[in-house]
């Protein structure tokens, strides 16, 4: 028993009872703290010898840290609700298509689109004309299928039949 009093006494390691110098919140600054609560070799608890209020134990780096950490997280936060406030703006594919088909619209005659049916036979690069999607330039034909990038994006569209 006396030993091991002793052995604890004599540690260096903070032990329960023992002063640690620990932050305040409610002083607002590092004091001498009384060690009221551990986990293992971990302080948890301690009270301020100052105001007498029994709190988490805290370091000055550990409170400094995290005072600093919600600024960082904030800034995202809050742009994250400005977008959702936001109208909603098209998937990154649909934009890179839309300014291809922008490009390869201006190169086209629009005139000399064709009016698309299912029984057409397209070729690569023909400006087709959609009922639906509008003007469309046909990309790749497939069997039965061919995509056609239109200004609302790629879509597979029934041909050769
Ligand atoms: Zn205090």
Redesign the pocket.
């Given at each position: 028993m006396t030993g091991i009093h002793r052995l604890a006494r004599d540690a260096t390691q903070p032990a329960v009872g023992r002063d640690v110098e620990a932050w305040?919140?409610?002083?607002g600054r590092v004091?001498e703290?009384i060690i009221v609560a551990m986990v293992g070799l971990e302080v948890v608890q301690v009270r301020?010898?100052?105001?007498?209020?029994t709190h988490k134990y805290k370091t000055a780096r550990e409170v400094a840290k995290a005072s600093a950490e919600p600024k960082r997280e904030r800034a995202p936060k809050s742009t994250k609700t400005r977008a959702a406030a936001a109208p909603k703006e098209d998937p990154i594919e649909i934009r890179a298509a839309r300014l291809v088909w922008q490009r390869s619209m201006a190169q086209l005659d629009r005139a000399k689109a064709t009016g698309y049916a299912p029984t057409l036979h397209p070729e690569p690069g023909l400006l087709l004309d959609h009922a639906t999607f509008g003007f469309g330039i046909v990309e790749s034909v497939g069997i039965g299928k061919a995509r056609v990038l239109f200004e609302n994006g790629y879509k597979l569209l029934a041909v050769g039949r």
């Open positions: 305040c919140s409610k002083c004091l703290h301020c010898r100052t105001c007498a209020g």
